[in-house]
């Protein structure tokens, strides 16, 4: 009995140190991630809205001029142009933040942006989608589970770039 309580209480030990190092982890890349946070939250405005990115990079003043009076009627960006008035009486609230990024994406050419950051589950769950794996099938089912455990065993949720494929 002796046993089963010592090991119990080193899987708790293992346990509370790798919740540790994940928690360090998310710390030292929270920064990246809240900026991921963001750049989701101001496109899921846009398409909320029915809004394309960089309508307002158009190279005809007329329409641009029109594009840009539209968006302002829209009333959307109300807080955000309040908040440019007198930025230094108060911090930026979330929401303007969120404002001020999707104002951004449709001033900014399509071509300008870099590519959408992603993290490798999401980049996992295109691939489920796209090869159109469901829970039904013990292999589709198996194929998570691997990729949760290859998740797991390597520090946990990291942004896809080449540089942290090649260190994995």
Sequence with gaps: MNLVLI??????AMSKVYEDYISLLETA?????????LERKAQALLRARGW????MSIDDPYLNSNAIEYFLD???FDDFFEYTKHPELQEKSPKVRVHERAWKKLKE?????????????EIFED????????EQNQT??????TWKKFLSCNAGDTLATELVAIQR
């Excluded at 090991?7 to 708790?12: E, V």
């Excluded at 890349?29 to 946070?37: G, H, Q, R, Y």
């Excluded at 989608?129 to 469901?134: D, E, G, L, Q």
């Design 7 to 12: 090991k119990a209480s080193i899987a708790m």
């Design 29 to 37: 890349n929270s920064d990246v991630l809240a900026d991921i946070d």
């Design 52 to 55: 394309n990115e960089g309508v």
């Design 74 to 76: 829209s009333g959307e």
């Design 109 to 121: 050419p399509p071509n300008k942006r870099g590519q959408n950051a992603k993290l490798f589950s």
């Design 127 to 134: 691939y489920w989608s796209k090869n159109k794996m469901t």
């Design 140 to 145: 589709h089912r198996r194929n998570r589970e």
